[in-house]
């Protein structure tokens, strides 16, 4: 395939289901010449409660879907697929991917002062420790002091992000980080960023939140860049969105997360 033909074709982008599409919201801003395909596999959501080798297989299927689409990089936009499926697709697929986890790590190095990181997530997030072993394989003697938040989920779904029930919730969550003196939260849920303003206002003012739809956004930016794959023109940009099946209260559910209605939407079964 010539440079001009990759540099024209689209990048992929998945989740277990919609709060992806936080992420290919920030992208589309950092890159908006590109092209995206964006599926969400909302006939198996949630990944967060399900085993590694379940979510594997999934994600592998989605990946063949993307290899038919001749993508030019896939972002794994869902935690729980990063933290336990990354490496399984590196061994096995030659598309360039970027997962959530190593780009907020990377920042979070970057601009935390007290070298104490807090990270919230799904269980399965949490319980794989990819955030941990992130930091530890970076030598950077860092504390890191995860928090599984399972009820953030359908609080969000449910369309209360900013309400006094999601305050109460996550003031209880963020009991464990008292004494911990946090600077730096990152957010290991793509859900998350639409309670950013809730999570913010139940911690000290000086906690910084760390979105990893900004920061894998930058990281592809640069690669692409380097590697002279960026689009220049946006004339025949297209953005496609797939999913699995149509869950209740799908459309109010994909304009929450995406800020805008989603159009050329394809319902495809992937097993």
């Excluded at 009991?175 to 000290?204: N, R, W």
């Excluded at 900004?214 to 930016?221: H, R």
């Excluded at 559910?253 to 805008?260: D, T």
Aim: glycine letters at 6%; charged letters at 15%.
């Amino acid at each position: 395939m010539k440079i001009n033909q990759l540099q024209n074709s689209p990048i992929g982008v998945f989740d277990s289901g919609l709060g992806g599409l936080t992420v290919l919201k920030s992208l589309e801003k950092i890159l908006p010449n590109e092209s995206f395909i964006y599926f969400g596999d909302t006939a198996h959501v949630p990944y967060g409660t399900k085993s590694a080798d379940t979510v594997i297989k999934y994600s592998k299927n989605i990946l063949d879907f993307f290899s038919q689409q001749h993508t030019k990089a896939v972002v794994i936009a869902c935690n729980t697929a990063s933290s336990v499926a990354y490496h399984a697709l590196q061994k096995n697929y030659s598309i360039p991917l970027f997962d959530v986890v190593s780009p907020s790590v990377e920042f979070a190095i970057q601009e935390s002062k007290t070298k104490n990181i807090g990270v919230i997530g799904t269980i399965t997030t949490v319980s794989s420790k990819a955030y941990s072993q992130q930091f530890a394989d970076k030598n950077a003697g860092f504390f890191v002091h995860e928090i599984s938040c399972p009820l953030f989920v359908p609080i969000i779904e449910e369309g209360w992000a900013n309400s006094n029930i999601a305050r109460e919730i996550a003031n209880i969550y963020f009991q464990g980080f008292e004494k911990k003196s946090i600077d730096t939260l990152i957010l290991g849920c793509t859900h998350y960023p639409i309670m950013a303003d809730t999570i913010q206002s139940v911690l000290p003012a000086h906690v910084q939140l760390v979105l990893s739809g900004e920061t894998v956004g930058q990281k592809l930016s640069y690669y692409l860049e380097a590697n002279k794959l960026i689009n220049t023109s946006s004339i025949d940009r297209n953005i496609m969105f797939y999913v699995s099946d149509f869950p209740q209260k799908f459309n109010d559910l994909g304009s929450q997360f995406l800020g805008r209605k989603l159009n050329n939407l394809t319902h495809i079964s992937i097993m």
